[in-house]
């Protein structure tokens, strides 16, 4: 799926106009305004499930792009309220009581990787490492099955934008935290940086580089995304202020 | 009206309807099921029509008719596909199939997509005049009786899509499987806003005093839904919280076993009058409505479960839920997040014990559970759902990411 958008951003980069969105593409428009765009997942059940590590890891190892893309990077649109970063490791966690593979997952940045299969190679890595120290995890009882899905997504405008600062100070109050998902934790998988929509468009067009470096410096996977707002929320107001006393 | 649930439902899922109603306007949509009135999945047509037809969808609903050997042979074809050991003559097939195909004849089955409900109309399929057919099964057929799963799975993968309320209830049938969970309606009876003084009318009619922590729990009076065990656990958290039980529940007249389960009940509560059994006639909405919005801690302690809607009924009002760890229920639970999954009656008198101790804690769970549903549970989740089902199927060499 990453690699899908990257070829998508490409080719209307060349289109700008047929394309109002968030900050990839809004770079590459005259109006240079931040267009918030909200996203649905709609899921998709694959048949394949998992009731044991060994199954879960053989699973991972076979499983589509997209399926891979769900349970990791598109985890944090469920809100990211539970305590790991991930799908594999929360199943792990709670479903066969393996604390230090889920913490070993948890730990792993799923935006880092350059691609599914790199990501993939990564995951399987981990799982090895940790079946040849503990050889026999026990299984899921048998209504806590790891079922696996992808999803079906839908990328749309939040029908707000905003031209300045302060404006996008407004707008963060008040869109949809689906929005919050698409530009501060899917982004990363477009833009590849380790940076997300809202502190590139603070950065390129806001002027406003210490308060793009605060935001890209809030840890996504340790906030869920009402937090990612309050956190936005705090560094906007704060940095707004300063820069109208350093102007004053 | 889709504009009677802004400030209620998500933003995304309000404009997601109204960008895929664009997309789709004056196309026809066709659902079919076996019953107008009483159950899950009437009660959510009832509703999603008349709002997508507002939004320019030529929306339908029809509904299959039968005879009383049809009717018991799609009861026996529910219980096996959930598990149950019996057997299905072929000439009860041939009849099951023989009143599809009349009612094909009858039904005006011409529509861009049509949704077939649950197993009764399956066979509909074999009618199929155009447009997209998808298959909407609302049962657990995770452990079905093989003969019978056979049979029904001859006709449901030569649907375009199958759909499931959630992952563990599914068989693989056909390469486009959907996830779609039901859900509540936020402005029906059932869960609309009531004033202090609607909740008190009720309260004082069903003579439920109101000077203690009441546990709830709202349920037909059958052994899954674990009476007894819900008694008991009362009885552990009595001796060290005063609080009153009450069970509520309508009559059933398709099962004859709620009618002894129901005197067993009573005859084990019999001798505590803080244990108030209530057995409510049926649609009576408005004071399921007003009984959980005056309980404590609403309580869904089923052994058995299909979704189990009743748990986020409850969390929309805010209230702290324990539920059995069967079914739908964790779906709606969130273990220690939007209420407590529990897996034994200790369990459930520990928490309800936990919750009582520290009404910080349940009033923090209780509104992330109401957000929780917001997010998940309501009826224009379900609506973008099915609408996104159909314009994904429908372009599907263009998916699985559309951007408008």
């Known amino acids: 799926m990453p690699q899908t958008k990257i070829k998508q951003t490409k080719k209307n980069q060349a289109k700008p106009k047929h394309r109002p969105s968030g900050i990839p ?32 890891r053989d699973a991972i190892a076979s499983v589509s792009k997209d399926c891979l893309f769900h349970h990791t990077c598109q985890y944090f649109s469920k809100g990211n309220i539970q305590e790991h970063t991930n799908d594999f490791a929360q199943w792990i966690y709670t479903s066969l009581e393996q604390s230090i593979l889920a913490e070993q997952l948890s730990n792993i940045d799923p935006y880092s990787f350059t691609s599914m299969t790199a990501l993939r190679k990564h995951f399987l890595e981990v799982i090895d490492n940790y079946i040849e120290n503990f050889p026999e995890p026990r299984v899921a009882l048998p ?29 963060i109050k008040f869109v949809d ?24 468009w603070i950065d390129e067009v806001g002027k406003a580089p210490r308060i793009a470096e605060r935001l890209r410096a809030v840890d996504p996977f340790m906030n869920n995304l009402e937090n990612v707002r309050e956190k936005i929320i705090d560094i906007l107001e704060e940095g707004i202020k300063l820069e109208m006393g350093e102007m004053g | 009206m889709i504009s009677d649930y802004a400030g209620i439902s998500p933003r995304r899922d309000i ?25 899950g999945v009437a009660e959510i047509l009832q509703r999603m029509i008349p709002l997508l037809q507002g939004l320019g ?73 155009n447009g997209l057919w998808f298959w909407r099964c609302h049962i657990d057929v995770s452990r079905p009786n ?93 001796k060290y919280n005063d609080c009153i039980l009450v069970l509520a529940g309508s009559p059933a007249s398709d ?21 108030l059994i209530l057995l409510l006639p049926p649609f009576s909405d408005l004071d399921i409505n007003a009984l959980q919005r005056m309980a404590t801690i609403v309580l869904q302690k089923s052994l058995k479960e299909g979704f189990g809607l009743t748990v986020s009924e409850a969390m929309w009002k805010g209230k702290p839920v324990l539920g059995g760890a069967v079914g739908g229920i964790p ?50 989740r379900q609506v973008r759902d099915y609408l996104s089902l159909w314009y994904s199927v429908k372009n599907r060499k263009k998916g699985p990411t559309f951007e408008f």
């Open chain 2, 331 to 380: 779906l709606q639970i969130v273990h220690g997040l939007t209420g407590f999954l529990v897996h034994s009656v200790d369990g459930a008198a520990f928490r309800i014990r936990q919750y009582l101790n520290d009404p910080e804690m349940a009033t923090r769970m209780g509104e992330a559970g109401r957000e929780y549903v917001r997010d998940n549970f309501l009826l224009t």
């Open chain 1, 177 to 200: 935290s689906s929005s919050l998902y698409y530009h501060f934790y899917e982004a990363r998988s477009r833009l590849r940086k380790g940076t997300d929509d809202f502190s590139k």
């Open chain 2, 146 to 238: 093989p003969a019978v799963f056979s049979h029904i799975n001859s006709f449901a993968k030569k649907y375009q899509a199958t759909v499931f309320s959630v992952p563990k209830f599914a068989k693989p049938i056909t390469s486009n499987e959907f996830i779609i969970p039901p859900s509540i309606d936020p402005l029906s009876e059932k869960n609309m806003d009531l004033t202090d003084e609607e909740i008190t009318e009720v309260a004082d009619r069903l003579g439920i005093p109101r000077d203690r922590p009441i546990l709830l729990q709202v349920s037909r009076f059958d052994r899954f839904k674990d009476p007894i065990g819900v008694i008991n656990a009362y009885k552990m958290v009595k």
């Open chain 2, 255 to 275: 099962d004859p076993e709620g009618e002894e389960v129901l005197a067993e009940v009573r005859k084990y509560a019999a001798d505590d009058k803080d244990i």
């Open chain 2, 57 to 129: 969808i030529d929306a339908r609903w029809e509904v299959i008719n039968g005879d009383k050997p049809f009717y018991d042979t799609t009861k026996t074809i529910h219980n096996t596909l959930q598990g149950d050991n019996m057997t299905i003559s072929d000439k009860a097939w041939e009849h099951y199939y023989e009143i599809n195909r009349k009612n094909a004849a009858k039904l005006d089955l011409e529509a861009d997509a049509v949704l077939i409900h649950d197993p009764q109309p399956a066979p509909l399929i074999d009618f199929r005049k």
């Open chain 1, 143 to 171: 209504d806590e099955a790891f079922f696996f899905n992808e999803a079906v997504t839908f990328i749309f405008p939040a029908g707000v934008k905003a031209r300045n600062l302060a404006e996008f100070l407004m707008a």
């Open chain 1, 25 to 56: 593409k809004c770079a590459a428009l005259k109006d240079k305004s931040f267009y918030f765009m909200d996203i649905v997942n709609v899921i998709k059940h694959t048949g394949t499930k998992a009731m044991s590590l060994k199954e879960m």
């Open chain 2, 15 to 39: 404009l997601l309807i109204q960008q895929l109603c664009k997309k789709l306007k004056g196309k026809s949509f066709l659902h079919i099921n076996s019953t107008k009135e009483g159950g």
